[in-house]
T-cell receptor, first 111, second 114 residues
Framework: GQQLNQSPQSMFIQEGEDVSMNCTSS?????WLWYKQDPGEGPVLLIA?????ELTSNGRLTAQFGITRKDSFLNISASIPSDVGIYFC???????????FGTGTLLAVQP | EAGVTQFPSHSVIEKGQTVTLRCDPI?????LYWYRRVMGKEIKFLLH????????ESGMPNNRFLAERTGGTYSTLKVQPAELEDSGVYFC????????????FGPGTRLTVL
C-alpha cells in the first residue's frame, strides 16, 4: 500500500531555533496535511495544502506542497517550548477520503 | 461546539476478551473514520462511514474487528477476541462533507491487551 517516509524521526533543539521536517511518497497525493499531536490528545490540523507548489503559512509555521505532488515540508521558525509534540504529515489521493500518515517527527524544545 | 469524543480513554484487557470502543462525532458530521496507531508506527486508516453506511473498510485488519454506526450518529468498534497485536491507540475522526473538508480527530482510546 501507499507509504509516507517522514524525517527526521526526532529532533532535540534549543528554544529559538528553526525546525524543518519533510515527507516523501512514491505515490502522488492531491492533498497534503500537517498535524500536531500533544500527549493524551488526538492529532490537530495545522496546515492543509491542496495545490502542487502551494506554500502556506500559519503563524510561525510554513508548509509547501511539492511540485511533483510526492512530497511536502513543514518549517517552524523561532521554536518555543509549547511546540513540543509529535508532528505528522498526511496525504490524500482524492480517490478516497482516507488519510495516509507518516510515522511522525518527535520534537523536543529545550528552554 | 463540542469536538469528537471517545470512550473510554484507556482500556486494559486480557487476550481473548472483548472490548468495545465508542466514538461520538461532531454534531452534524456525516463522515466518521476510525484509525489506529500501533506503538511507534504511523497512524493507519481502518474504515470510513458515511452516515450509517460503510464507505470504505479496506483498513480493517481482520474479522475480529466489527464497526457499527446505527442511526448514523455515534459509532462503536468492537474487538472480539482481542489479541496482543491489537494494542495501540484508536482514533476516531469526523468531517462535514465527503471530500474537501478536513477531518477532526478525537483524543483516542489507548487499548492495552495483556
Amino acid at each position: 500500500g501507499q507509504q509516507l517516509n517522514q524525517s527526521p524521526q526526532s529532533m532535540f533543539i534549543q528554544e529559538g531555533e528553526d525546525v524543518s521536517m519533510n515527507c516523501t511518497s512514491s505515490s502522488i497525493f492531491n492533498t497534503w496535511l500537517w498535524y500536531k499531536q500533544d500527549p493524551g490528545e488526538g492529532p490537530v490540523l495545522l496546515i492543509a495544502l491542496y495545490k502542487a507548489g502551494e506554500l502556506t503559512s500559519n503563524g510561525r509555521l510554513t508548509a509547501q506542497f511539492g511540485i511533483t505532488r510526492k512530497d511536502s515540508f513543514l518549517n517552524i521558525s523561532a521554536s518555543i517550548p509549547s511546540d513540543v509534540g509529535i508532528y505528522f504529515c498526511a496525504g490524500r489521493n482524492g480517490a478516497t477520503n482516507k488519510l495516509i500518515f507518516g510515522t511522525g517527527t518527535l520534537l523536543a524544545v529545550q528552554p | 461546539e463540542a469536538g469528537v469524543t471517545q470512550f473510554p480513554s484507556h482500556s486494559v484487557i486480557e487476550k481473548g476478551q472483548t472490548v468495545t470502543l465508542r466514538c461520538d462525532p461532531i454534531s452534524g458530521h456525516d463522515n466518521l473514520y476510525w484509525y489506529r496507531r500501533v506503538m511507534g508506527k504511523e497512524i493507519k486508516f481502518l474504515l470510513h462511514f458515511v452516515k450509517e453506511s460503510k464507505q470504505d473498510e479496506s483498513g480493517m485488519p481482520n474479522n475480529r474487528f466489527l464497526a457499527e454506526r446505527t442511526g448514523g450518529t455515534y459509532s462503536t468498534l468492537k474487538v472480539q477476541p482481542a489479541e496482543l497485536e491489537d494494542s495501540g491507540v484508536y482514533f476516531c475522526a469526523s468531517s462535514e462533507i465527503t471530500g474537501g473538508r478536513e477531518q477532526f480527530f478525537g483524543p483516542g482510546t489507548r487499548l492495552t491487551v495483556l
